[in-house]
């Protein structure tokens, strides 16, 4: 059973940046993709980023393309979200998730292990 302990959210300035941990336990992280997904008030949980099981291959939602980056140390068997450029409409609910399969994916319905979500708020 994969385990998903998400930290390192927190209240941001616009145009500031704010790095998410992801630290993964009970299972093989060094072979599962792996994505960010986030959720803000009154709104559908939505896709952010995904990464590979080496990291080779990365996707993410045109709305942070060009300012955040999602990373992994399988050494450490952490995810990371690099939010750069942090804008009011990134606040949400911050989670981070795992699929159980190698190949990354966009689709929520693919992810069946979650981490807890780590609040991440931008101040305009």
């Known amino acids: 059973q994969v385990q998903l302990v998400g930290s390192g959210g927190g209240l941001v300035q616009a145009g500031g940046s704010l790095r998410l941990s992801c630290a993964a336990s009970?299972?093989?992280?060094?072979?599962?993709?792996m994505g960010w997904f986030r959720q803000a008030p009154g709104k559908e949980r939505e896709f952010v980023a995904t990464?590979?099981?080496?990291?080779?291959?990365?996707y993410y939602a045109d709305s942070v393309k060009g300012r955040f980056t999602i990373s992994r140390d399988n050494a450490k068997n952490t995810l990371y979200l690099q939010m750069n450029n942090v804008k009011p409409e990134d606040t949400a609910v911050y989670y981070c998730?795992?699929?159980?399969?190698?190949?990354?994916?966009?689709?929520?319905?693919?992810?069946?292990?979650w981490g807890q979500g780590t609040q991440v708020t931008v101040s305009s």
């Open positions: 998730a795992s699929n159980g399969l190698g190949y990354p994916s966009v689709h929520r319905s693919e992810y069946h292990y």
């Open positions: 009970g299972g093989t992280f060094s072979t599962y993709a």
């Open positions: 990464i590979s099981w080496n990291g080779g291959t990365t």
